[in-house]
């Protein structure tokens, strides 16, 4: 009799905690789902940023545009969120580009409904805070290895940090973003 007392309140908290909403279900109203195709551009360098991404499948790049040179900035994958942040928070233009690289699924939210659910959720602002501090480090940390270490560094630091990125992105996006050439990477890979 115990065990069955004990297993219907087991029963009883799951199917309460099942009916309790997540954070995601408050937030899900204010979002769209989308799907894009590979090589899809869904911000163009120099537009203003009007809309933030949430990645559910798939993966981005942002990139800017060095006369007729793509040079790749940044990579992100699912649960990651994407905007031209400084843009879309200032209206100004956005200094780079956002692309898929392959079929993506995402969720969108305008300018204007993120700043209204801002205001009504100090969760939502306080991860918001944790995901600039984390792309902050990230820009920071490609930066100084871009100084300081040398391409076959920054290759294998790559391969260490963040493996993903070779099994998923073309090689030469990865060449961009290491700042070296698909030739000089092709080199790398063959001494490893």
Partial sequence: MTKFIADSKDHRALKQEKLQPTPWDLFKPWFKPMKVSA?????????????????????????????????????????????????????????????????????????HDFQALMETSPELKKQLEEHLFRRLTQAQQQLYANLRNSPQQRYEELMMRNPHIVQRVPQHYIASYLGITPVSLSRIRNRR
Avoid: H
């Avoid at 809309?51 to 992100?76: A, S, V």
């Avoid at 843009?87 to 993506?104: D, H, K």
């Fill in 39 to 111: 090589k899809t551009t869904l911000l163009q360098e120099g537009q203003v940023s009007r809309t933030m991404y949430f990645i559910e499948k798939g993966c981005l790049r942002t990139w800017i545009n060095d006369d007729g040179k793509e040079i790749t900035t940044q990579f992100f994958f699912e649960g990651e969120a994407v905007s031209s942040i400084e843009s879309f928070r200032t209206g100004q233009p956005s200094a780079y580009s956002i692309e898929s690289l392959e079929p993506t699924i995402l969720q969108s939210i305008s300018q």
